[in-house]
Structures are given as structure tokens and as C-alpha cells.
């Protein structure tokens, strides 16, 4: 946990009903031949968070498909802005990472993404799921606000609505992230088509491309390596 700075209309409603949030994600390449101690050293790690009665929740995923196969993601969800500025002990947690994951891995990105509540209708519980679909997405400079409004409108449009999440980043708001939970590996063929109606809305209008690239992989979640507060799990 690396410290950095059914219906349609049902899910729409309940989304735009909620407060918008913030998730902070970090990406980790195993070193060669070192994912099993990457492993053993994030548990550790997982146990420090514990040990300091860290508030937070932390979910881990193992990518299994694309080009990043292999890699490690941890990420917080649902925090506020004033919840990122003030972290569980943000020293030792950064000494405690370089102790115990640090020797392991190389971080390839640490970002934080603001929801988009309403495109999205996660709940927290979802991001448990078994298997989760991250789709990331570099608009057009400048065109983001209609990349927001042809989205909205395809998921508004589509006669299925899957649990998903639309975050836009905190640091560029030209790069975007689509993410998608799912209990069964049947269900991927749905998302890719659910996926593709989104990307299809926010295809070309007239010349002018508005996502310009597209990164889709999937990651099997790692219940052993996440972290719930003991206080939900009473």
C-alpha cells in the first residue's frame, strides 16, 4: 500500500445519489524471480497496516491477461480528498514498504483517480469479486467532458447495466480508467461487449479521434493479499 500523495436507471440514480470519491492505485512488476517473496513481503506489509489500526481498506489483484501479466495491483477506494491527507503514519508506512515489498518489485505506477459517481455504479463490496477488468483510456486533450457525455449516454442506452466504475485521474485529466468486477469468467465476454459499446460512443466524430489509446487487462483477485479493518469485519 504505497503512501502517494440490474436496471439502468436504478444504478444512474444510485450513483448520482452518492458522494464522489477518490481511489489510489499502485501498480508493481515483480522483480525475476521474486513474485513469491513480493508476495510473503506484502502480507507483511498488510500486517503493519493492521498492527496500526489503519482504517482503510486495501484490495490486491494479480494481473492474468495483457501486457502486464504477472504484475501485482493495490489499491484504496472510496476515500475523500481530507482521508488522502491524512494517512495512517505516512513514514513508517513508506519504511515499512521499503523493508518488506520494496526488495521485490519495481513500482511501474501510483496513481489517484477521482470517481465519476455519476458513470458509475460500484459498490464496495464488488471490488471483491473474483475477477476484476481494468480498461484505461487516454482521451483526446481537452475533450473529456465529451468523452464523459457519449459514455454516459451509451451506458444509459444499453439494455444491461454490469457493476463498473469510471475514474478519472487526479494528475491528467486527459487519462481515464474503467473498472469492471465479475463473479464468473462467462461474464468477460459481456463486459468485452458492454466495453466495446462504450468505446464504439466515444468512436470518431467526423476526423477528430477522442480515445486515443486503449489498455484492457484482467486481474484475479487476492483476497490473502487485501486488508479489511478488523472493525468491518464484526
Same mark, same amino acid.
Given at each position: 500500500?504505497?503512501?502517494?500523495? =440490474?436496471?439502468?436507471?436504478?444504478?444512474?440514480?444510485?450513483?448520482?445519489?452518492?458522494?464522489?470519491?477518490?481511489?489510489?492505485?499502485?501498480?508493481?512488476?515483480?522483480?525475476?524471480?521474486?513474485?513469491?517473496?513480493?508476495?510473503?513481503?506484502?502480507?507483511?506489509?498488510?500486517?503493519?497496516?493492521?498492527?496500526?489500526?489503519?482504517?482503510?481498506?486495501?484490495?490486491?489483484?494479480?494481473?492474468?491477461?495483457?501486457?502486464?501479466?504477472?504484475? $501485482?495491483?493495490?489499491?484504496?477506494?472510496?476515500?475523500?480528498?481530507?482521508?488522502?491527507?491524512? /494517512?495512517?503514519?505516512?513514514?513508517?508506512?513508506?519504511?515499512?514498504?521499503?523493508?518488506?515489498?520494496? /526488495?521485490?518489485?519495481?513500482?511501474?505506477? =501510483?496513481?489517484?483517480?477521482?470517481?465519476?459517481?455519476?458513470?458509475?455504479?460500484?459498490?464496495?463490496?464488488?471490488?471483491?469479486?473474483?475477477?476484476?477488468?481494468?480498461?484505461?483510456?487516454?482521451?483526446?486533450?481537452?475533450?473529456?467532458?465529451? $468523452?464523459?457525455?457519449?459514455?454516459?449516454?451509451?451506458?444509459?442506452?444499453?439494455?444491461?447495466?454490469?457493476?463498473?466504475?469510471? $475514474?478519472?485521474? =487526479?494528475?491528467?485529466?486527459?487519462?481515464?480508467?474503467?473498472?469492471?468486477?465479475?463473479?464468473?469468467?462467462?461474464?468477460?465476454?459481456?463486459?468485452?461487449?458492454?466495453?466495446?459499446?462504450?468505446?464504439? =460512443?466515444?468512436?470518431?466524430?467526423?476526423?477528430?479521434?477522442?480515445?486515443?489509446?486503449?489498455?484492457?487487462?484482467?486481474?484475479?483477485?487476492?483476497?490473502?493479499?487485501?486488508?479489511?479493518?478488523?472493525?468491518?469485519?464484526?
Amino acid at each position: 500500500c504505497m503512501t502517494v500523495a =440490474a436496471c439502468t436507471g436504478v444504478g444512474v440514480l444510485v450513483a448520482m445519489e452518492r458522494q464522489a470519491t477518490v481511489a489510489r492505485i499502485v501498480v508493481w512488476e515483480p522483480k525475476p524471480g521474486m513474485a513469491n517473496k513480493l508476495e510473503e513481503g506484502y502480507k507483511r506489509h498488510l500486517e503493519w497496516h493492521r498492527r496500526n489500526d489503519d482504517r482503510w481498506m486495501w484490495e490486491g489483484w494479480t494481473v492474468i491477461s495483457g501486457g502486464r501479466y504477472g504484475y $501485482f495491483v493495490d489499491g484504496t477506494f472510496f476515500r475523500t480528498w481530507t482521508e488522502l491527507d491524512n /494517512p495512517v503514519a505516512p513514514a513508517a508506512d513508506a519504511a515499512d514498504n521499503a523493508a518488506n515489498v520494496l /526488495p521485490y518489485a519495481s513500482i511501474r505506477s =501510483a496513481s489517484v483517480y477521482d470517481e465519476l459517481p455519476d458513470l458509475s455504479n460500484l459498490r464496495a463490496e464488488q471490488l471483491q469479486f473474483p475477477l476484476m477488468t481494468f480498461c484505461y483510456l487516454d482521451v483526446a486533450p481537452g475533450r473529456g467532458a465529451e $468523452f464523459e457525455s457519449r459514455t454516459g449516454k451509451a451506458m444509459a442506452a444499453g439494455d444491461r447495466q454490469f457493476p463498473h466504475a469510471v $475514474f478519472r485521474s =487526479a494528475t491528467n485529466a486527459s487519462r481515464y480508467l474503467v473498472m469492471l468486477p465479475s463473479e464468473h469468467l462467462s461474464s468477460l465476454r459481456e463486459q468485452a461487449e458492454f466495453l466495446a459499446r462504450l468505446l464504439q =460512443a466515444a468512436a470518431r466524430k467526423g476526423d477528430a479521434v477522442l480515445v486515443e489509446h486503449v489498455r484492457e487487462e484482467t486481474a484475479r483477485h487476492r483476497p490473502e493479499l487485501s486488508y479489511v479493518p478488523e472493525r468491518r469485519l464484526q
